[in-house]
């Protein structure tokens, strides 16, 4: 890519035909579902910023914006990717001098729908979607817009417990767990949630991170990207590499159930629900530079408990004490 400062829009439509079709091919021979997201340009920082000045220049001088559909997919997922929740063509507007002039909303709609007929590209789904029928897609190729990155860290760090093998397995399951889970936090997240295979999927690549088998899920390169954002704040990063190890230890159970045990799949989840991990876990996170918190973290049995009646009158019957203390 050199000399990428001097480029016109063509070179930069180029480039990213060949990111794409290459994506596609890529998708294709791993056998992947994951859809392919405009933010998968793979484009660096400063290569960024030249390709918006670039498509910036090209609006201040064009009659209209008809071409370049690409290029529109990128820009507009990249404004996707910023976006904070206020008015989206307000921000955009902003961002774009001159978009006044030749603004074409149903083009960049067009833009997106024939990305996802040409290139096996995300489509927007559920109730926000049907709703917002054109902001929907630029926010949904954004894949995790930063100002959600810390609800979807604090959500799978709350559904943790509930997350099993099985789960981790099937992006719809992961998904809707996710969306049940939701409603803590903020509206925007809770909308685009309702998407319940995209946003597992998207999960399932920030759970994967670091992992042998986890790049036919979300380019490389961009998972780095949404990875680092998302861990930027301490809080955030602790909570995903709990997540991440606690996932990682019930998909290496889940290849060993599959590689010895026999019998119907109803059998094998029975056999996996019959063990419950009671152990509690000891937390210390650091506050100040001399200061810690210290939690004790309990396993959610609650499942087990409404399923299993031994397990329920067993706890009814059972009376518990913490040593060394004097309650």
Known sequence: MDNFETKNLDYWEE????????????????????????????L?????????????????????????????????????YEYSGSEYWQTFEGKTPGWSRVEDRHFIREC???FHEDYAAAKPEGRWADHFTI???????????IDLQREMAKTLYDIRHSVTSDILENPTWLGKL?????????????HITEQY????????????????????????????RLVEDLEREQTARF???????????????????????TGSTSERRQK????????????????TDSGWEVFVEFPDISAAIATRKELRESLIRSRFRVVGSTA
């Open 178 to 190: 996710i969306h049940q889970n939701s409603f803590s936090g903020k509206q925007r997240f809770q």
């Open 272 to 287: 996996h629900t019959d063990s419950i991990d009671l152990e509690p876990r000891l937390i210390l996170r650091p506050i």
């Open 135 to 145: 902001i929907s897609w630029p926010i949904a190729h954004a894949i995790l817009p």
């Open 239 to 261: 909570w995903m590499a709990d997540v991440r190890r606690s996932t990682r230890r019930k998909r290496g159970s889940g290849v060993v159930a599959r590689e010895h045990h």
């Open 197 to 224: 295979l995209l946003i597992g999927q998207i999960a399932s690549a920030l759970l994967a991170h670091g992992e042998i088998g986890g790049q036919n899920l979300i380019d490389d390169e961009t998972l780095e």
């Open 112 to 114: 997106f729908r024939k």
């Open 44 to 80: 660096s920082l400063a290569q960024r910023e030249k390709f918006k000045e670039c498509l910036c220049e090209h609006v201040k001088h064009c009659d209209t914006i008809t071409g370049y559909s690409l290029s529109w997919i990128v820009y507009t997922s990249e404004i996707g």
């Open 15 to 42: 480039l990213f035909r060949e990111q794409f079709g290459n994506l596609k091919r890529k998708r294709e021979f791993l056998k992947s579902d994951c859809p392919i997201f405009g933010l998968e340009h793979v």
